[in-house]
T-cell receptor, first 110, second 116 residues
C-alpha cells in the first residue's frame, strides 16, 4: 500500500515563502497531486507532477523526485487566504487507487 | 458551469440505519470517486466509478457500496450505520478515469454524516 507523510502544521508570516513536504513509501505511481482545503470547504486541485522536476503555477510551485521518494509544495508571497490544509496524493499503478497524505495545516500570520 | 453537487449537506442518523448520499458531477465528467474524511484518518478513498462501472474500491467493509447511473450521477450507500461512520463524505468528478493523466479532481462540498 501507499503511505504519504506530511508535517501536521506549518506556520509562516504574510509575504513569506513556505515549503510543505510530502515523503512517501510506495511502489509505482502515476504522479503526485496537491490539493488545498479551507475549513468547511471542498478540496481544490492545485498542481500535478507527472514527471520529476518543478511545476509552477502562479504563486504555487510543486516538485517531485521519484529517486528520493519526496515531493513538496512551495507557496510564495503568502497571503492570509492561504491559511488552509494542504494534501499531497498519489495514484498507484497497480490498483489505481488514490491515496492522500496526512495533511498539513498552514497558518499564515501577520 | 455548475460544480459538483452533493446532497444532502448534513445528515443525522442513528446506529443500525442506512443512508444514501447523492453526487452530481460536473457536466461532461464521466468519472466519480468517493472519499471519507475524518480528523483521525484523514482523506480515505472509498471507490471510483467510470461509465457506470466500479473501477476500484478502497479498504472499507461491504456495508459501503455505490453505483453510477447513465447520466454519470452517483450514489453511495452505507448500511447498518456505526458510530465510526460519522464523517464528511466527499465526492469528486473528473473527465476520465484516474491514472495516466486525468488527475485533476473537482470536489463537492461533501455530506456531513453524524451517527448517533
Amino acid at each position: 500500500g501507499q503511505s504519504l507523510e506530511q508535517p501536521s502544521e506549518v506556520t509562516a508570516v504574510e509575504g513569506a515563502i513556505v515549503q510543505i513536504n510530502c515523503t512517501y513509501q510506495t511502489s509505482g505511481f502515476y504522479g503526485l497531486s496537491w490539493y488545498q482545503q479551507h475549513d468547511g470547504g471542498a478540496p481544490t486541485f492545485l498542481s500535478y507532477n507527472a514527471l520529476d522536476g518543478l511545476e509552477e503555477t502562479g504563486r504555487f510551485s510543486s516538485f517531485l523526485s521519484r529517486s528520493d521518494s519526496y515531493g513538496y509544495l512551495l507557496l510564495q508571497e503568502l497571503q492570509m487566504k492561504d491559511s488552509a490544509s494542504y494534501f499531497c496524493a498519489v495514484r498507484d499503478r497497480g490498483g489505481n487507487k488514490l491515496t492522500f497524505g496526512t495533511g498539513t495545516q498552514l497558518k499564515v500570520e501577520l | 458551469k455548475a460544480g459538483v453537487t452533493q446532497t444532502p449537506r448534513y445528515l443525522i442518523k442513528t446506529r443500525g440505519q442506512q443512508v444514501t448520499l447523492s453526487c452530481s458531477p460536473i457536466s461532461g465528467h464521466r468519472s466519480v470517486s468517493w472519499y471519507q474524511q475524518t480528523p483521525g484518518q484523514g482523506l480515505q478513498f472509498l471507490f471510483e466509478y467510470f461509465s457506470e462501472t466500479q473501477r476500484n474500491k478502497g479498504n472499507f467493509p461491504g456495508r459501503f457500496s455505490g453505483r453510477q447511473f447513465s447520466n454519470s450521477r452517483s450514489e453511495m450507500n452505507v448500511s447498518t450505520l456505526e458510530l465510526g461512520d460519522s464523517a464528511l463524505y466527499l465526492c469528486a468528478s473528473s473527465l476520465g478515469p484516474g491514472g495516466g493523466g486525468s488527475e485533476k479532481l473537482f470536489f463537492g462540498s461533501g455530506t456531513q454524516l453524524s451517527v448517533l
